[in-house]
């Protein structure tokens, strides 16, 4: 029994999340069906997360497995041949059968994208959060070292989050500006719910109230919902990258290097 990581790209504006849902299209489905096109079964796949309605991934993980020997290079190719122009299959690679997409993780990126200009952008209307007011990428990028370390992250948790416990570690978070494209990069071992949405919305109130750092130490520290800021858009999201360390082949860490 062959045991397969395929990394995917996915745009999710057509699709309610990546998990298989009852009366929705997921990419989870759509995948599952373009796996039993090329495997000629409908393999039980599994995620390295769940995505909401309208996020996007660069570099999603999932693992399936398989008694067919086709090798990895023909079922990426196959995949692609199977699947909307929306989501494309990156990379496929036999990993060990203890390895799991989502407890074998180590950490994830996020990115989270603001169209910051007085006139929306149409090309990135589903891609970008459009936000017309003054943004200062670079007071933004020292408020955002408020979110690094170790804590419980209640704050930044949606009502409805399945896990009890909150506390993660953010070891890397920044804000930069491309032109009129603002985006905010944060990596974690870990996130909780709504947790980068909520975390960029808390961004934007940081701009409008000019808080720094310290103030956005302080709304972690304190653990209260009421004091983040509101959950920003899904459509702004991105699950960027996904970190498996020790992977042979991959000294960086990461599931698919470009």
């Known amino acids: 029994m062959r045991h397969l990581l395929l990394t ?35 393999l039980p ?36 041949v199977h699947l909307p122009e929306d989501i494309a299959v990156l990379d496929c690679r036999e990993v060990p059968e203890q390895f799991h997409p989502r407890y074998s993780c180590t950490g994830k990126r996020y990115l989270y994208r603001i169209w910051n200009a007085p006139v929306r952008n149409p090309f990135l209307a589903d891609l970008a959060l459009h936000w017309p ?22 704050a930044f948790c949606s009502a409805g989050g399945s896990v009890e416990d909150h506390v993660r570690t953010i070891y890397r978070a920044s804000v930069t500006r491309e032109g009129d494209l603002v985006t905010f990069s944060v990596t974690g071992n870990g996130f909780l719910y709504n947790m980068v949405r909520i975390m960029a919305g808390t961004l934007l109130q940081a701009a409008r109230e000019q808080l720094g ?40 860490g990461t599931v698919d290097r470009s």
């Open 133 to 154: 007011y003054p943004l200062d990428a670079a007071a933004l990028d020292a408020a955002a070292q408020g979110f690094l370390g170790t804590h419980d992250f209640s």
């Open 45 to 80: 796949i599994k995620g390295c997360s769940r995505t909401d309605a309208g996020v996007h991934a660069n570099r999603f993980a999932l693992t399936l497995r398989t008694q067919r020997g086709i090798p990895c290079g023909a079922v990426v190719r196959a995949m692609n």
């Open 8 to 42: 995917i790209r996915y745009r999710g504006t057509r699709y309610h999340g990546y998990q298989v849902q009852k009366n929705a299209l997921s990419v989870a489905q759509v995948v599952q069906d373009a796996v039993e096109a090329v495997f000629g079964e409908r």
């Open 213 to 252: 750092a310290a103030q956005i130490a302080a709304i972690v520290a304190g653990k209260d919902r009421s004091r983040a800021g509101v959950t920003a858009p899904a459509h702004g999201l991105c699950l960027d990258q996904v970190f498996y360390g020790g992977m042979e082949g991959t000294p960086d």
